[in-house]
C-alpha cells in the first residue's frame, strides 16, 4: 500500500510523497584532538539546561490574551478564535489559512502556502481583502511570516498555549479554509506526541516533536490554528498522512514551542536555515552513516564514532543533538565531542545547512 503525505495548502499542486523508514540525517567538518590532548575544552552543559534557552518568550500582546474556560465547548472556541484566522490566496493558485500573531498585521501561515508566489492576497473574518508582503520564513519548519497593513484590516489575537501541557486523548479544534471553505471548523483530539515526520524532499530535514490529530484537516487548512479546549493555539496544521490523497484520520501538526522559537527571527526578516552534520545515528548516538562530501565527511567523522557533545552541550539520544542544533547557526564552527575506540576525541565542524525544501 503506498502512502502519501500530502501538504494541506489548497491549489492544483500538492507535494506528496511514498512513506518509508526514516534514517535521521542531521547532518556537517574539522581535526581530532585526543583525549588529554588539551586543557581548554568547555564544560558541557546538559541537555536541559541547553533547552531552557530555547523557547522564545510570547510577545506581550500574545501573553494577553486570556484563554477560555477548561471545558471543551467548540462554539465558544469557534466565537473566540475564527476572528483571528485568515484566509489566503495567491498568484499561483495555492491557497491555505494563517492567523495574526500581533497588531502590526503580521501572520504565520505554512511556508508551502505562500513559497514562489508573487502576490498574496488575505481575506480577514471580517471579509476585508489586503495584500500581503513575505517578512520571514523557515523552510524546514514549514512556517513563513506575512504582514499585511494593520490599518486595512480588523485584527483578532489569540492566546499560546502551554506546549509542556499538552497530552494525548485532550480535545482539540481546527479552524481553517479547507478546499477553500474560510473558517471552518472540525474537532477531534491529540492522537499522539513527538511524531517525526518525513520530508517533501529526498536527503531534506525530518520535522520532530509533530503533535498527530484525528481532528479532520484537508488541502487548505494549511497554516491555520489547531487549539485546545481553552482556545488556546498548540500548533500549525500542516500536513496529513493518507493513502488515498486525502483525509482519512491522521494529520499533523506543528507544535507550539517550535513556533515560539523561530518567530522572533522569522520577525526580524530571517528566512531560516537549520545546521546539520551530515550523519546517521544509530542507537546510542552511534553514528552509523556519514554522507559522502558532508560537513562531518570533511571533518573526519566515520561510522562507529559516538557522538557526545556539540557545541558544549552534553548528547544523551538524538533530541538532545536537535535541541543543540537549533542553538547554532549555518556557518559557524562547533565543537563535537566524540568517543572513538574508547579514546575522546574533539573534532571542530563547519555547520552547513539542510537541502531546502
Not at 479544534?173 to 524532499?201: D, K, M, N, W, Y
Amino acid at each position: 500500500m503506498r502512502t502519501f503525505l500530502i501538504s494541506l495548502g489548497g491549489g492544483a499542486v500538492m507535494s506528496a510523497i511514498t512513506a518509508a523508514a526514516i534514517l535521521l540525517v542531521v547532518g556537517t567538518s574539522a581535526e581530532p584532538v585526543a583525549e588529554g590532548g588539551s586543557n581548554s575544552q568547555p564544560v558541557l552543559a546538559t541537555a536541559a539546561e541547553s533547552r531552557d534557552g530555547l523557547r522564545a518568550q510570547p510577545t506581550p500582546v500574545l501573553s494577553g490574551v486570556q484563554p477560555l474556560a477548561a471545558a471543551f465547548d467548540p462554539a465558544r472556541i469557534y466565537e473566540r478564535v475564527a476572528p483571528a484566522v485568515v484566509t489566503i490566496a495567491n498568484n499561483i493558485g495555492q491557497g491555505g489559512s494563517g492567523f495574526f500573531v500581533d497588531d502590526e498585521g503580521q501572520i504565520l501561515t505554512n511556508h508551502h502556502v505562500v513559497e514562489g508566489a508573487q502576490s498574496i492576497r488575505v481575506r480577514t473574518w471580517s471579509g476585508e481583502i489586503a495584500e500581503a508582503e513575505l517578512v520571514g520564513s523557515d523552510p524546514a519548519n514549514d512556517l513563513a511570516l506575512i504582514r499585511v497593513d494593520p490599518d486595512e484590516v480588523t485584527i483578532a489575537l489569540l492566546a499560546f498555549g502551554n506546549p509542556d501541557a499538552v497530552r494525548v486523548g485532550d480535545p482539540v479544534a481546527a479552524i481553517g479554509a479547507p478546499h477553500g471553505f474560510s473558517h471552518s471548523l472540525s474537532t477531534g483530539i491529540v492522537s499522539g506526541l513527538e511524531r517525526v515526520v518525513q520530508p517533501i524532499i529526498n536527503g531534506g530535514r525530518s520535522h520532530f516533536g509533530i503533535i498527530q490529530t484525528d481532528a479532520a484537516l484537508n488541502p487548505g487548512n494549511s497554516g491555520g490554528v489547531l487549539v485546545d479546549a481553552a482556545g488556546a493555539l498548540v500548533g500549525v496544521p500542516f500536513r496529513i498522512e493518507s493513502p488515498i490523497r486525502a483525509f482519512t484520520g491522521v494529520a499533523f501538526a506543528i507544535p507550539v514551542d517550535t513556533i515560539e522559537r523561530v518567530l522572533p527571527r522569522m520577525a526580524a526578516g530571517e528566512h531560516i536555515r537549520h545546521p546539520r552534520l551530515g550523519v546517521g545515528l544509530a542507537e546510542g548516538m552511534e553514528i552509523s552513516a556519514v554522507q559522502e562530501g558532508s560537513a562531518a565527511d570533511r571533518a573526519g567523522l566515520r561510522v562507529g564514532d559516538v557522538l557526545r557533545g556539540i557545541g558544549g552541550v552534553a548528547l544523551s539520544d538524538v533530541d538532545d543533538l536537535i535541541a543543540a542544533l537549533e542553538t547554532l547557526r549555518v556557518g559557524e564552527t562547533a565543537t563535537v565531542e566524540l568517543r572513538r575506540n574508547g579514546v575522546r576525541y574533539w573534532r571542530q565542524i563547519d555547520l552547513e545547512p539542510w537541502p531546502q525544501p
